[in-house]
């Protein structure tokens, strides 16, 4: 049974080891924030749209899929959109400028 999204979602480690092993990755911000700078092979879905955008791409509910924004707030509501829609494999990564850092940060 999927879970809801929460803030104990948000880690950047788990989420670029989705990211590492095929994971579609969403960036739910504004084309303008989007255009500012996002993670490499990071498609823009405003998170509004996420739903409707998701079925008009013909996305698989299984579909492993990590989303992010600026805070993690609007990916926490983006994937609460996609869960009661039916998709299983969703994650929210959080911010973008924290995955940015631990993108950078040496592994343990």
Known sequence: M?????AADQDPAIAWDKIAAGAMVVDVRTPEEFAEGHLANAMNIPFEQVTEEFAKRGIAKDAPVVLYCRSGRRSSIAIEALVAAGYTQTYNAGGYQT??????TPAK
């Open 2 to 6: 999927p879970t809801m999204a929460n």
């Open 99 to 104: 995955l940015v850092e631990a993108q950078k």
